[in-house]
């Protein structure tokens, strides 16, 4: 079953175990009463409860989306998921309580319903849950066979085997040049991943061909961008650019950001600036020295601007020059380390996206130092640079530390991906997510 699927077929779900959860709820609390008392029957009172709290199981599933619920890369029965659920069960509780502490409505109890409705519907959910994903690690797996003559088939393999909730059971990876026939006339083949580059051999494309009807083909970076979503750097050319970066199509959703950028940074200045204070008082008392940090960074079209952030290191954090910030730097200080986990260490940069030299979505800003060394190691790297750098971003979310040249090919893959899809649903998506990760203290 393909992913896209899988999370409709989650979502509804979720959906039907809300409303299910509704109903056990209204007919606990009023089945015992008569008709002729109220005129209303159970149904009437589910009908009544449907209304009200129909808002809320919206907002509920926002939330799981922001928690990474409905992302099957995630579901697995492990300590990451259900750390993961529970948290947005905890928030969507206290989101309940907010709601109906603000909202009066007729013939609903609010404390007493929701107390019932949200303990029955947090034991079926993560039953639910819970049975989903053994189903998806077990079942629905289709046996497929990568095509391949180098290592990016074999690391596929590896992690499409150690992630079956994906859907993908690899039988085994083929060189081409040691013939394909005897495996093409397996039976129940369920898919083919082809490195790209193999398609300019005809006789390969005939083969497969045969095949078109009953086999899911796709290429190797096809099938990374749709379930990683990511972007293989091995086959980006100019013609790539040309064809997926081009800006004039999105010149609404371009103005648009820019509109947004402006009126949200606008508002959130001086509403977080007491914040800002306190933060900058707790920095002096810890270790006195400059409450803020200002960098140069490489910004749109390669514009160098000043960065502003709270200080989150010692004051001689670079006395041997510009360094790569590492897990558990020994240089971060105690409020540092706080501060960077809820990355409230970019408050400033709110300024910065008032001036219009960042945007609260795009990718990483850069150093110039490590600027000038990417650009000569990793091709194309200056072309993340097309879109104003972001508070928060793609890669920032999935990929939280760069200390090296191989991280930062990692994350260009998702800042590509980022460029590629860029909308304002999207970014909606990334600023949510990003709001998880600030609130659970997930930050780098």
């Known amino acids: 079953m393909p992913a896209q699927a899988k999370k409709i077929l989650i979502l509804f779900g979720d959906i039907i175990i809300l409303y299910l959860s509704l109903f056990i709820t209204v007919y606990i ?67 309940a309580v907010l709601f109906f502490y603000f909202a009066s409505f007729t013939y609903v109890a609010p404390k007493t319903n929701l107390f019932i409705y949200f303990g029955i519907f947090s034991l079926i959910f993560t ?62 083949i369920g898919a083919l991943i082809v490195d790209d580059r193999l398609f300019n ?39 790539w650019f040309l064809s997926n970066i081009a800006s004039g199509k999105r010149s609404f959703y371009e103005s648009f950001k820019r509109f947004f950028d402006f009126i949200l940074s606008f508002i959130l200045v001086p509403i977080l600036f007491p914040l800002g204070l306190l933060i900058a008082l707790i920095i002096k008392i810890e270790g006195g020295g400059p409450v803020f940090y200002r960098q140069i960074r490489v910004g749109h079209k390669g514009k160098t601007f000043n960065l502003i952030k709270l200080r989150t290191m010692r004051i001689d954090a670079e006395k041997n020059g510009a360094q790569w910030t590492i897990e558990n730097d020994k240089r971060v200080t105690k409020v540092g380390r706080f501060l960077r986990k809820t990355r409230l260490d970019e408050l400033p940069q709110l300024i910065n996206i008032l001036k219009g030299e960042m945007s609260f979505v795009g990718p990483r800003a850069e150093r110039p130092e490590f600027h000038q060394l990417l650009v000569k190691e990793i091709p194309f790297y200056d072309r993340r ?31 590509f991906y980022y460029l590629k899809n860029r909308s304002l649903v999207f970014d909606i998506g990334i600023i949510l997510k990003t709001a998880n990760i600030v609130l659970a203290g997930l930050g780098r």
């Open 201 to 239: 051999q005809e006789s390969l494309a005939a083969s497969l061909y045969t095949l078109i009807d009953r086999v899911e083909v796709i290429t190797l970076d096809k099938f990374n961008e749709r379930v990683w979503r990511k972007i293989n750097l091995n086959n980006i050319n100019h013609i």
């Open 29 to 95: 609390r009023y089945s015992n009463i008569s008709p002729e008392h109220t005129n209303f029957s159970t149904y009437d009172f589910f009908a009544i409860h449907t209304r009200v709290f129909t808002p809320l199981i919206l907002i509920w599933l926002g939330i799981f989306y922001v928690h990474n619920l409905y992302e099957i890369t995630s579901a697995k029965n492990n300590l990451e998921f259900y750390s993961a659920l529970s948290r947005s069960l905890i928030v969507n509780f206290f989101v």
């Open 385 to 415: 640079y097309l879109v104003k750098p972001g508070l928060t971003g793609w890669a920032q979310i999935n990929y939280t530390y760069g200390s090296s040249v191989e991280d930062t090919k990692e994350k260009l893959s998702y800042d």
């Open 127 to 188: 039953l639910w849950r819970g049975q989903v994903n053994v189903i998806f690690k077990k079942n629905l797996l289709l046996k497929t066979f990568i095509i391949s003559n180098d290592e990016a088939g074999s690391k596929l393999a590896s992690k499409l085997n150690q992630n079956p909730q994906i859907g993908y059971k690899v039988e085994a990876v083929i060189d081409p040049e040691n013939g394909i026939s005897k495996f093409l006339k397996e039976k129940n």
